[in-house]
């Protein structure tokens, strides 16, 4: 079982700024892809940001320029830095990774309860 722990929302002012993490812990062989994505109210679930084992990253073009997802791979934790926000980026945030929890199992996508972020204007 992979447990995932979100933290690091709250309500700040436009321009600021928030850091999210999200730590796995569990039966954990390896993570490939770590990724944070955006729910806004009424609104789909979409991707903000991921980041490959090897610390490759991809991010939507709404945030590039403003956000920064990185890795601790030691940790098994996710961040996603989050500068200049806008009322925009207003949402709830999951974390997403894909994990293997052994050698040779197929590899797995599970999600954090979500955090969520409000930018007031």
């Not at 991921?50 to 490759?56: F, H, K, L, Q």
């Not at 601790?72 to 925009?88: F, G, I, R, W």
């Amino acid at each position: 079982q992979v447990q995932l722990v979100e933290s690091g929302g709250g309500l700040v002012q436009a321009g600021g700024s928030l850091r999210l993490s999200c730590a796995a812990s569990g039966s954990i062989f390896r993570i490939n892809v770590m990724a944070w994505y955006r729910q806004a109210p009424g609104k789909q679930r979409e991707l903000s940001a991921r980041i490959t084992s090897v610390g490759s990253t991809n991010y939507a073009d709404s945030v590039k320029g403003r956000f920064t997802i990185s890795r601790d791979n030691a940790k098994n934790t996710v961040y996603l830095q989050m500068n200049s926000l806008k009322p925009e980026d207003t949402g709830v945030y999951y974390c997403a990774l894909d994990a293997l929890i052994y050698s040779d199992s197929p590899t797995y996508r599970y999600w954090g309860q979500g955090t969520q972020v409000t930018v007031s204007s």
